[in-house]
Each structure stands twice: as structure tokens, then as C-alpha cells.
């Protein structure tokens, strides 16, 4: 007798539904997307304490934790989506801004993942500065204020619908969604995209996405420009303003790899401050 | 503090991403802001729902608030009790004002299988729609809640009707 021993991946994940790539639900996401962004810029009008660069730090953290925890890609985006919301609103110390990006990792985490983290997990990221205790009070706090409205349109929901628009070799495709992927984790961590509408980061993350592996090799058959003005009709977006996204987006990817060699090259740094490097780990394996 | 079976995904010894980010954070600071925001958003729900949420009392307002019977909803979803879903902290959290209230009054369980209802009230005569979320509801909702404030003490979970706009 033979037996046959499989190993599964622990995490179960849905199928991808075809009937929810119909254009009738991208043009509801379309709706209802600026819905879900926050009401103003903050550190303008809202924020005394925290500073860009603290939004910054927690993002950066949120997202090593994500990519340690090996969440599914939307919930770093997700949470960083809560605590923009959060912090539009509710004037906020920074010695409180680690354990909400906690409470929007847990929040977002039980939202989008069969298996979510834990509160005591999340603790341990904050190095046991918050207590389980601390992170439940402080969800319902984030849910009050947030109204318990947590299924906010993200990029992500955008890029299947995007994708299957291109005339686009079939197997190209994984490598186009891996770092249009990474390039929406590196808007999140960004706050000059953070009052920009999700179809719009992620028509600009395609782009980028597809203009940057053009480079070496052959994975389009449009140009640049060509592929711009179809991404543009396919979210309604307007040509230009895509153009200029989808810039920022290189140029945000650009500082970031500039600040990781930097950071190599700078033998005195130690290796903890080399890891705070605001680059997701995805993106240093891109070749520009 | 159990972990689901088959969660790969422990906490790795000495993980960088292990790191306090502001410095020390004070607990008790954490409590007061807490407890001001969740009474914000108590006041805010008690403007928007003209119902006090701690008491359970139903106030003035658009909406008539009253009882509803036999919804059948399964017991988790009526009592924030012992087997309450939160077992990710092993339990022991703080109750919050509202809570603690509430855990209170719950405890009585006879009245589990009674909830909430909640119907704007029109700005015309006509009356309000049956709604297919109330079973069991009658035709005349309207401010009749105020004879019947002795059974909200036992009920917390509330059940939104659709809302005539």
C-alpha cells in the first residue's frame, strides 16, 4: 500500500470568483471609493503631535510585521487606511500612534484573513509595550470613530480588473501583479498618497509596474505612453493625472532604493537601525 | 494563551520588527484618552440613534425604538458574556463603563431571545414599512416605546431596521 503525504498550506484561500470581475462591480468600487478616504490632511489640520515622518516609522513597522506574519497583501494597506481615517479625525499623541497602527493591523487582519493575528502577537511587535488588554480596549475605540465602516476600497481590489483589460501574455502576469503589489505597500507608506483614490494608486501601480520591467525585458506590447492612456480609460481616470501618480510613484521608489543603498553603503549604521530602511523588502529585488 | 492548531505564523526569537517606535508609553495616559473616546462615541451614537446606549434607554428623536421578539439569533450574538467570541486574549479584559452595565444586566439571560428594533419615524402620517429584519413586528410602531422602557434593561444587541429616507 502506498500513502501519500501532502503538505498544505495551513492558510485556506478562496478561489478568485470570476463574477466579481465584471465591470459592473468596478464601476461600484468606483462609486464608493472616495468614501473611504480621510476627510482632510492631518498633519495640517488635525495633528499637533505626530509628525509625516512618525506616520512614516509606524508605517514601516506595520508593514515588516505584515510581511513577517506573511499576511494577505490587503491588510497592510487596509490598516494603514484605518489609521489615516483615525487620525483625520481624532487628535492623537504620538506615544499612542504604535498601538493604533497595532489596533488597524488587528482590525484589518480580522477582516481580510481566515487566520488573523492575535492581540498577544501584535503586543510582541510593540516589543510588550501595550498590553492585549490595552489593544481590545482601544479597537472599539478605532471602531467608534472609524463607525464601524472596515470595508474600505483598497488598490488591491482594483487590480485584477485591471489586469485582465491588458493585452498582456498570460504568463507575465505574476510578476506584473508581485510588484504592482509592492509598489501599493510603498504608497501606503507614503502620506502623499494617502488622500488619492485607490483605483487611481492602483492604475498608477500597474503602470509603474509594467514601464519598469520593460526595461529588461519584453513584457508589454504597448508603450509607455499607449499603456497609460488605456490604464486611464479603463478607471476613468483622467490621462494626466495618472501620468503624474504614476511619476510620484517612481520617484517615491527611486528615493527608497536610494535610501537603502545609502544606508548599505553607511558602514556605522547598526544592522537595527539598517532594518528600519522605509523600503518594503520586495522592491530592493526590483532592477531599475 | 492558545494559538489557533496549525498557525504557522509564531513570532520569530528576536525579531527586528520587535521594537517600541515612540518610547515608553504610559498606561495610564492610554486609559483616560480610552475611556474620552468611547464616551465620545457613546455621545455621538446617542445623537445619531436618539437612544442612550449605557442604559439602554430609548430618548426623542427620528427613530422609534421598540421591542422585538423571537429573532431567533443565536446566543453569541446577544450576550458579550463568558463564551462571548473574544477569546483571543484569553480573556480578563477591562470592562468598560458600558460594558460592565451591560455584562450586569445580561447575566439575568431570561430575556435573550429579545432584541431591539428601531424604525425612523416618518415625517408625514403614513406609516412606517414592515421591515424584513423585525419579524413579529406590528403595524404600529410608532412611539410606542415608552411604555415598554422596563424590557430594554435586558437587551443589548440592536437590530437596525431599514430607514424610510
Known sequence: ?288 | MSHPPGDARQVPHSSKACRRLFGPVDSEQLRLDCDALMASCVQEARRRWNFDFVTETPLEGNFAWERVLGLGLPKLYLSPGPCGGRDDTGGGRRPSPSTALLQGIVAQEDHVDLSLSCTLVPRSSEPPEESPGAPGTSQSRKRRQTSMTDFYHSKRRLVFCKRKP
Open chain 1, 1 to 288: 500500500m502506498e500513502l501519500l503525504c501532502c503538505e498544505v498550506d495551513p492558510v485556506r484561500r478562496a478561489v478568485p470568483d470570476r463574477s466579481l470581475l465584471d465591470d459592473r462591480v468596478l464601476q461600484n468600487l468606483l462609486t464608493i471609493e472616495e468614501r473611504y478616504l480621510p476627510q482632510c490632511s492631518y498633519f495640517k489640520c488635525v495633528q499637533k503631535d505626530i509628525q509625516p515622518y512618525m506616520r512614516r516609522m509606524v508605517a514601516t513597522w506595520m508593514l515588516e510585521v505584515c510581511e513577517e506574519q506573511k499576511c494577505e497583501e490587503e491588510v497592510f494597506p487596509l490598516a494603514m487606511n484605518y489609521l489615516d481615517r483615525f487620525l483625520a479625525g481624532v487628535p492623537t499623541p504620538k506615544t499612542h500612534l504604535q498601538l493604533l497602527g497595532a489596533v488597524c493591523m488587528f482590525l484589518a487582519s480580522k477582516l481580510k484573513e481566515t487566520i488573523p493575528l492575535t492581540a498577544e502577537k501584535l503586543c510582541i511587535y510593540t516589543d510588550n509595550s501595550i498590553k492585549p488588554q490595552e489593544l481590545l480596549e482601544w479597537e472599539l475605540v478605532v471602531l467608534g470613530k472609524l463607525k464601524w465602516n472596515l470595508a474600505a476600497v483598497t488598490p488591491h481590489d482594483f487590480i485584477e480588473h485591471i489586469l485582465r483589460k491588458l493585452p498582456q501574455q498570460r504568463e507575465k502576469l505574476p510578476l506584473i501583479r508581485k510588484h504592482t503589489q509592492t509598489f501599493i505597500a510603498l504608497c501606503a507608506t507614503d502620506f502623499k498618497f494617502a488622500m488619492y483614490p485607490p483605483s487611481m494608486i492602483a492604475t498608477g501601480s500597474v503602470g509603474a509596474a509594467i514601464c519598469g520591467l520593460q526595461q529588461d525585458e519584453e513584457v508589454s506590447s504597448l508603450t509607455c505612453d499607449a499603456l497609460t492612456e488605456l490604464l486611464a480609460k479603463i478607471t476613468n481616470t483622467d490621462v494626466d493625472c495618472l501620468k503624474a501618480c504614476q511619476e510620484q510613484i517612481e520617484a517615491v521608489l527611486l528615493n527608497s532604493l536610494q535610501q537603502f543603498r545609502q544606508e548599505q553603503r553607511d558602514g556605522s549604521k547598526s544592522e537595527d537601525e539598517l532594518d528600519q530602511a522605509t523600503t518594503p523588502t520586495d522592491v530592493r529585488d526590483i532592477n531599475l
